[in-house]
């Protein structure tokens, strides 16, 4: 296959707001919205809370409907297919969320919920064949396969995202979405699971849409980087040209914004 | 009851240490074992039968006749007490079941996001609004007095209780990213209501129904009093109190026996309530 393995064309997303006195009006959280993810790569999109990046996230994993536009994935409208070819189709992408605390049933153990997304395989492998590939996936974000015995209150947070990712990757998905999934971990482990989503990347050939509102985490991950302000996408491009030479006002006030170890190491030096 | 001894967590594990709610705990859960314990005991032995009369021994006092004395007809108090705790403990366990289950569902139900949310919760408004009471008065003139009469009058209005309750923490639970990890596994909803939902709200739903058997409990003995319990000669604590209402000064042990029962009967499972519920506040919870 070739082309883009994700492409959004003009994705809007209207919320109907009910104001006092049953005026209605619209909030368009997402406002035509187009970009193309190469397989294999990391894009970033990058954004100040409320810009509707987490919502333009929603729509590409097909848990919520866009108002207009498409979603291909590997060719296939998302929103064109039935509910059945959606779920067979959804073994293809998974998501990574941002809190690892909220994100892991305390009731499941940690086998449990890493292979919950089999439930979309018609053939899904049952008995010591499933729990191998569990304890597989488990060593592959770096935990022991023992850990699918104990349960998620057992492990900090940055062991918990890896449970996550482990959870996101167990169908072998094509496209992994994280949103804000390093945004809730302590700096040291930001970075843990930073090369961890790069590693994987490389082993196994994943596509990463990243959803981020910390442009210093885009410059450690990122191919690309789309800048998203009040539900558009204002500037895109390749994350060593966005960020050295930030074409929209935009995209400057977020560096600026931003106080990366780099940056506070050249001010400490200039004073 | 193996369903919820089998989760995992802290939920229902008693741990060493003193926290939040472990004297009521322990009272509560003391007290109500002492009731459940005398109340099976009462189907295998009891000091005296407890329907017989012996008209010779009528209104001897405590210790004169038997451990609680007797009544106008001779009956040996204690063994009334006895049986009659199996008689409330029974409706009130069977009306708490009756409207823990339907209030469950209809809360998990509405919960969901499904599109009857709105008309369940008005129901619910509409049950709340009528005393339960009044309603099994009028539910006694249609059905006859009974131990079912007594057991759909408390039951259905146990209904919007436990649906409001469930309701409340199953929405808090569907709001959790774990919940949206389950729809990207392509589960539905009512997989995941049983497999996520519940089992996360199973300890508020105990709880509450540790308080609504207390509830229950003081409700039966509202209906025995006024007639409209188990029928005679079946022993309960509501009856023997209205009995006793003639004899008050003559024999004041008639009332203060079924009286002091109910309310230690319902203080024990108020207190286990409470307990359970300390146990359980996330906020109160020391992380592990």
């Given at each position: 296959m070739t082309g883009p393995l994700l492409s959004i064309e003009t994705l809007t997303r209207d919320y109907a707001l009910r104001g006092k006195g049953g005026a209605t009006r619209t909030l368009r959280a997402v406002d035509g919205v187009s970009l193309a993810v190469e397989p294999g790569s990391v894009f970033a999109?990058?954004?100040?809370?409320?810009?509707?990046?987490?919502?333009?996230?929603r729509i590409v994993m097909a848990l919520d409907r866009p108002t207009s536009g498409t979603v291909r994935l590997g060719g296939d409208d998302l929103f064109a297919l039935g509910p059945k070819a959606l779920a067979r189709k959804r073994r293809d992408f998974q998501m990574v969320f941002q809190d690892?605390?909220?994100?892991?049933?305390?009731?499941?153990?940690v086998g449990r919920i890493v292979a919950e997304p089999l439930h979309l395989l018609d053939d899904a492998p049952r008995g010591r064949e499933r729990r191998a590939l569990v304890a597989r996936?488990?060593?592959?974000?770096?935990?022991?396969?023992?850990?699918?015995?104990?349960y998620p209150h057992e492990f900090s947070g940055g062991q918990r995202q890896r449970i996550?990712?482990?959870?996101?990757?167990?169908?072998?998905?094509?496209?992994?979405?994280?949103?804000?999934?390093?945004?809730?971990?302590?700096?040291?482990?930001?970075?843990?699971?930073?090369?961890?989503?790069?590693?994987?990347?490389?082993?196994?050939?994943?596509?990463?849409?990243?959803?981020?509102?910390?442009?210093?985490?885009?410059?450690?991950?990122?191919?690309?980087?789309?800048?998203?302000?009040?539900?558009?996408?204002?500037?895109?491009?390749?994350?060593?040209?966005?960020?050295?030479?930030?074409?929209?006002?935009?995209?400057?006030?977020?560096?600026?914004?931003?106080?990366?170890?780099?940056?506070l190491g050249q001010r400490k030096r200039r004073a | 009851m193996t369903?919820?001894?089998?989760?995992?967590?802290?939920?229902?594990?008693?741990?060493?240490?003193?926290?939040?709610?472990?004297?009521?705990?322990?009272?509560?859960?003391?007290?109500?074992?002492?009731?459940?314990?005398?109340?099976?005991?009462?189907?295998?032995?009891?000091?005296?039968?407890?329907a017989?009369?012996?008209?010779?021994?009528?209104?001897?006092?405590?210790?004169?006749?038997?451990?609680?004395?007797?009544?106008?007809?001779?009956?040996?108090?204690?063994?009334?007490?006895?049986?009659?705790?199996?008689?409330?403990?029974?409706?009130?366990?069977?009306?708490v079941a009756v409207g823990a289950v339907l209030g469950t569902l209809a809360g998990v139900a509405a919960a969901a996001g499904s599109k009857f949310d709105a008309v369940l919760m008005r129901i619910c408004d509409a049950l709340f609004a009528l005393p339960p009471i009044l309603s099994a008065i009028m539910l006694g003139a249609l059905l006859g007095p009974g131990a079912l009469t007594a057991i759909v009058a408390i039951g259905v209005f146990m209904i919007p209780v436990f649906a409001r309750v469930t309701r409340g923490a199953a929405m808090q639970i569907w709001a959790r990213e774990y919940i949206m990890?389950?729809?990207?596994?392509?589960?539905?909803?009512?997989?995941?209501?049983?497999?996520?939902?519940?089992?996360?709200?199973?300890?508020?739903?105990?709880?509450?129904?540790?308080?609504?058997?207390?509830m229950a409990i003081l409700t039966e003995a509202g209906l025995s009093f006024l007639g409209l319990g188990l029928p005679p000669p079946a022993p309960t604590w509501g009856r023997m109190l209205a009995e006793s209402q003639t004899y008050l000064l003559q024999a004041p042990h008639l009332a203060l026996a079924p009286g002091l029962a109910i309310a230690v009967a319902v203080l024990g499972l108020n207190l286990l309530g409470d307990g359970l519920a300390a146990r359980l506040d996330p906020r109160r919870r020391q992380a592990s």
């Open positions: 999109v990058v954004g100040e809370s409320g810009c509707g990046k987490s919502t333009l996230a690892p605390y909220g994100s892991l049933n305390p009731r499941h153990s996936a488990l060593e592959d974000v770096g935990l022991p396969g023992s850990a699918a015995e104990r996550a990712i482990a959870r996101a990757l167990i169908t072998n998905p094509k496209l992994v979405v994280a949103d804000e999934a390093v945004s809730a971990l302590d700096l040291s482990i930001q970075a843990q699971i930073l090369r961890l989503i790069l590693s994987l990347r490389d082993r196994h050939g994943l596509t990463v849409l990243f959803i981020t509102h910390n442009i210093g985490v885009v410059d450690e991950i990122a191919d690309r980087v789309g800048v998203m302000q009040a539900g558009r996408l204002v500037e895109t491009g390749p994350v060593r040209e966005v960020l050295d030479h930030p074409r929209e006002d935009y995209t400057r006030t977020l560096l600026a914004a931003e106080p990366t170890l780099a940056v | 369903a919820l001894a089998k989760l995992p967590g802290p939920v229902l594990r008693l741990r060493r240490g003193w926290r939040p709610g472990s004297a009521a705990l322990l009272i509560g859960g003391i007290l109500t074992a002492c009731l459940v314990g005398i109340a099976l005991t009462s189907l295998v032995w009891t000091p005296e039968d407890p017989r009369m012996r008209i010779l021994q009528k209104l001897k006092g405590p210790l004169v006749s038997g451990l609680l004395g007797t009544d106008h007809l001779g009956r040996d108090v204690a063994s009334m007490l006895m049986r009659g705790a199996f008689n409330s403990l029974t409706t009130a366990f069977a009306a990890a389950a729809r990207m596994a392509g589960k539905g909803t009512a997989r995941i209501t049983v497999e996520h939902v519940l089992p996360n709200i199973a300890g508020q739903i105990i709880v509450q129904v540790t308080i609504q058997l207390a």
